[in-house]
């Protein structure tokens, strides 16, 4: 009896296509039931946005340069990949982040989660928020419960608890920043939803943080584990995660330099056509699409026009990285904490600056410092239009008026990430479930990746090896093509 042979072809070589292979190819090790899987990746590298360059001693992350430690994806897959004893946390004497508010970098108080307060007596003696506003914060305890039980804006959900200085002056630049996305339209049900629950539990947010800090216990996705780092990374970047993955894929098949055009029906029994770019046509009984949603809608418009509409739907926004590093010697700006961001209500042209050789040991050499701003972002996206010359001239003046930056730089390195941050719109949940609704209608095909359910590297870990397991119940169901 000729063997049965299962073929999944995945198209996307970021973190959360690389898990979906590497669940696949762990799966099939255990279970003695072989997959040929191939993986598709229009860029020559894998590993998408996580990019790693070692230059003249600098280590610099073009892309992100960490993942949250509470959230056990990137951790666990550390361990398992055998990187345990090269996960490194922030430099725990440092551990200070500035908001750069009115002209100048005010330290954000100890205690601080996320923008709200679980000590007083830092948070009284801040000079982030007017004694009004600090009033007004305070005030939230005083707040009802919204009545209404649907989705609403994360601006529209802090302005009504905290107020709005609370939200232009702290929360804004420190939980939109993540998604580089505007706080009137990002959904606070996709992006924070331990907040509206601690709104219906407890009737406040404030009440419901004051109360799990004096417990002493772990606020979800909000504050580190006791003693702990929020914030992991590899002491030699995060490639070293893709490497791993890389080495650990089996008898993976990998296209690394050819894009995917076109996606068709082939069958009974039904699987899936892929048409690449300077190849042949490769046909598979599963395809797992781990690329962003707008490109996954340009592959399945033709197939089916509500879903592509549906996947189209969700908007991205595009940034930027520079890295700047300077000689350490006279420099200018004694970098005591980890960088600061900026409140869209400044008007500057950055949204972040990290102080990467202060956050990170081994980033620099001895005789040298590393900063990285962010640009772009919802509502900010011509900055980019600036060459990488311009970029850094710009970055250069903004650090100049807020740092008082003015030495010049021996090392520039300008990364730019066209549509690359997915907007989670108000409604995104009720999107999300739509897809899943219409997704039934084409067995076999699956969607994975930062678009969807987490823009964190922990997320699209857990969305790949989610999306493994799925591919393999609908395996288990008895789809195959016969040899």
């Not at 198209?11 to 190819?25: D, F, Q, R």
């Not at 398992?80 to 430099?91: S, Y």
């Not at 090392?411 to 997704?439: C, F, N, S, T």
Request: proline letters at 6%; charged letters at 25%; one cysteine or more.
């Amino acid at each position: 009896m000729q063997p049965v042979s299962r073929t999944v072809l995945i198209v996307g070589g970021g973190i959360a296509g690389l898990s979906a292979a590497y669940g696949l190819a762990e799966s099939a090790t255990a279970r003695d039931s072989p997959i040929q899987c191939t993986l598709v990746e229009a860029e020559p590298r894998l590993g998408g946005k996580i990019l790693t360059e070692q230059v003249g001693g600098f280590v610099i992350e073009g892309g992100p340069d960490s993942f949250l430690s509470q959230k056990p994806g990137g951790v666990e897959l550390c361990r398992r990949l055998g990187l345990a004893d090269r996960v490194i946390g922030t430099n725990r004497d440092r551990r200070k982040t500035y908001v750069y508010s009115k002209g100048r970098l005010e330290e954000l108080p100890e205690g601080w989660a996320l923008g709200v307060p679980t000590k007083l007596g830092p948070f009284l003696k801040s000079g982030l928020l007017s004694w009004r506003g600090k009033l007004r914060l305070g005030a939230e305890l005083l707040i009802p419960r919204r009545s209404a039980r649907g989705d609403e804006s994360l601006g529209a959900f802090f302005r009504r608890r905290l107020g709005e200085e609370a939200l232009e002056r702290i929360i804004e630049p420190l939980m939109t920043g993540i998604y580089a996305g505007d706080a009137d339209s990002l959904s606070i049900q996709a992006t924070f939803p331990r907040f509206p629950e601690m709104e219906r539990q407890a009737g406040s947010i404030v009440r419901a943080l004051l109360g799990s800090w004096r417990r002493r216990g772990q606020i979800s996705n909000l504050s580190p584990p006791s003693g702990g780092s929020p914030f992991v990374t590899l002491q030699g970047g995060l490639s070293e995660m893709v490497q791993a993955l890389t080495a650990r894929l089996g008898r993976l098949s990998v296209l690394a330099g050819y894009r995917v055009r076109a996606v068709r029906v082939s069958g009974p029994p039904r699987g899936y056509e892929v048409v690449i770019e300077g190849a042949a046509p490769l046909a598979t009984d599963a395809l797992v699409l781990a690329v962003p949603a707008c490109d996954a809608a340009s592959l399945i418009e033709p197939l089916d026009a509500e879903l592509g509409a549906l996947l189209r739907g969700i908007p991205y926004a595009s940034t930027a990285t520079i890295s700047l590093g300077f000689p350490r010697k006279d420099f200018s700006h004694h970098l005591d904490g980890y960088g600061f961001v900026v409140p869209r209500i400044e008007g500057r042209a950055l949204l972040a600056v990290t102080w990467t050789s202060s956050k990170w040991s081994h980033r620099a050499p001895d005789e040298a410092v590393l900063l990285r701003a962010y640009v772009g972002g919802a509502g900010r996206e011509t900055v980019l239009e600036r060459d990488d010359d311009g970029l850094v001239g710009l970055v250069r003046a903004e650090l100049r008026d807020m740092m008082g930056v003015t030495e010049a730089p021996v090392l520039a390195k300008v990364y730019r990430w066209p549509r690359a941050m997915p907007q989670y719109l108000v409604g995104h949940l009720e999107r999300l479930a739509a897809i899943d609704e219409r997704l039934v209608r084409w067995p076999g095909l699956f969607l994975t990746g930062a678009g969807y359910r987490g823009v964190g590297i922990p997320d699209c870990i857990g969305d790949g090896l989610a999306t493994a397991e799925r591919v393999r119940a609908y395996f288990d169901k008895g789809v195959s093509r016969a040899v």
